[in-house]
């Protein structure tokens, strides 16, 4: 028993550290975002660092998973002669879920282990600690850019990623399930509303925020050496997917219970 | 205390521990203007972790940082921005940003907290350069500059705000005799400049080149502390034994 109390211990104090350090490092970037400069070069920087190289990673990502699905709902369907409604399922499932989960588990990846490893390696070699003795903040030239930057890109790459999520379905519907092109766009114009496509669209900001604060935050605390700059590397991919994946359901059951309201 | 010692730097009874390791215990030494003081002691006795203290990098567990009669260890990351404008600190490897040029590197500080044109600021480094020997680096990326470059870009780097006073921490680790010099030099310049400094070395030629008094940190504390003048003429004790290699 004593054997799992002390590594469970060990966790739970980790996750509370976490918790603490991610809630004291959104507090700086809030208070530092509206109190003086903005690094506008610097976000315009980021945006094309996390946005415009993310772009092919999110549109093979997209398209690959919108003709996948297209084919496993047309194949499931087809036994009972439903393959009709498989562009309305489609539409609503990207809409709705794949393209923003996938996406932002893309970004978490390809964009959370860079800002980790970056910032990580910036603070072995002091270069955290020269922005702060030059007189300015680290918060402010490194922190914000990156946090700002992911909420303007994800929606955007997110927006992107439905469009070709639902042509790859379409592509896949055409020539493997034999439904007409037109037919195919009719219905995924007709049947999915705008509703399925905000409930998605209002994750991305979350989680923006969920890839991009706890990579800066795992970044800003490594101590010493690259051993651990591997290591924040890591976490900050894990528990920024860990976030996406469990806050996509709290949120789908927050947004889910807003529609029903209005 | 700071009027009567005119100091420009006052360490009062400073404490700090990281865990249950106590690195120091009631450090206490000042610096008058102009002066340089040198700071020695054996490795891991806290050397680097008192002066990032002196700019506000590390917050002592205990006791008072006085720079120019001003306690700056209750201050803020906002107060300290006027305390780092005077305070300049010199990283041992230069902590250059290693995505800029050199130019740009210099450029930073000027840019940051003044409004001068692009004009004046590329004169400003162009004149800085001139003057650390390193004429014609603007363009290059700190990846390919030497060691010893790289500090020197980084100490005009500090300088760039023409601080009060310079913290070096060990600005001639692993360097070449000619570097070295060119760091004593540069040093010397400041220093008949009025800039008060404190300077962290095992380096004791550059000790006796440049400094006017020495302190050695001997488990936690000041042990000893010697002027340039009496420590060539009569070393002793502990910091005799430090210097000869005797003591770690």
Known sequence: MNNLALPLTVFMMEVFHFIGGVGLLSRDVFRETIHGRIYFKLIAEQIYQIGMRSLPLIVITAVSIGMVMSLQFGLGLEKFGGKLYVPKLLAVTILREMGPVFTSLMLAARVGAGIASEIGSMVVTQQIDAIRALGTSPIKKIVIPRVLACLVTLPILVSIANLVGNLGGLIVGATELNLDPNFYLLKVMTTSSIQDYLSGFAKTFFFALFIAIPSCYFGLNVKAGTKEVGIATTKAVVVSSILIVVGDFFLSKLFWIVEKMI | ?248
């Open chain 2, 1 to 248: 205390m700071s009027n009567e010692r005119n100091g420009v730097i006052e360490v009062v009874d400073f404490h700090k521990s990281f865990g249950s390791k106590k690195v120091h215990q009631g450090v206490s030494f000042y610096v008058r203007k102009g002066e340089c003081l040198g700071l020695i002691g054996g490795s891991g006795t806290g050397k680097s972790v008192l002066l990032r203290s002196l700019v506000g990098l590390e917050k002592p567990d205990n006791g008072q940082i006085l720079i120019n009669g001003t306690d700056i260890t209750p201050m803020n990351e906002t107060q300290l921005i006027e305390v780092r404008k005077k305070v300049a600190y010199a990283f041992q490897g230069g902590a250059l940003f290693d995505s800029m040029s050199v130019y740009e590197n210099l450029a930073y500080p000027l840019r940051e907290h003044f409004k001068f044109s692009e004009q004046e600021i590329a004169k400003q480094i162009h004149d800085q350069l001139q003057e650390f020997g390193l004429p014609g680096s603007e363009n290059l990326l700190p990846g390919n500059l030497s060691g010893g470059m790289q500090k020197r870009v980084g100490l005009a780097r500090a300088m760039m705000m023409h601080p009060e006073v310079v913290l070096y921490d060990e600005p001639t680790a692993g360097l070449d005799p000619y570097n070295t010099k060119r760091i004593q030099e540069s040093i010397l310049n400041l220093k008949a400049k009025g800039v008060t400094s404190i300077l962290v070395t095992h380096d004791m030629p550059t000790v006796y080149a440049v400094c006017d008094k020495v302190a050695l940190l001997l488990n936690g504390k000041i042990g000893e502390q010697y002027t340039i003048e009496k420590l060539k003429q009569e070393p002793a004790g502990v910091m005799s034994q430090f210097i000869n290699g005797e003591s770690a």
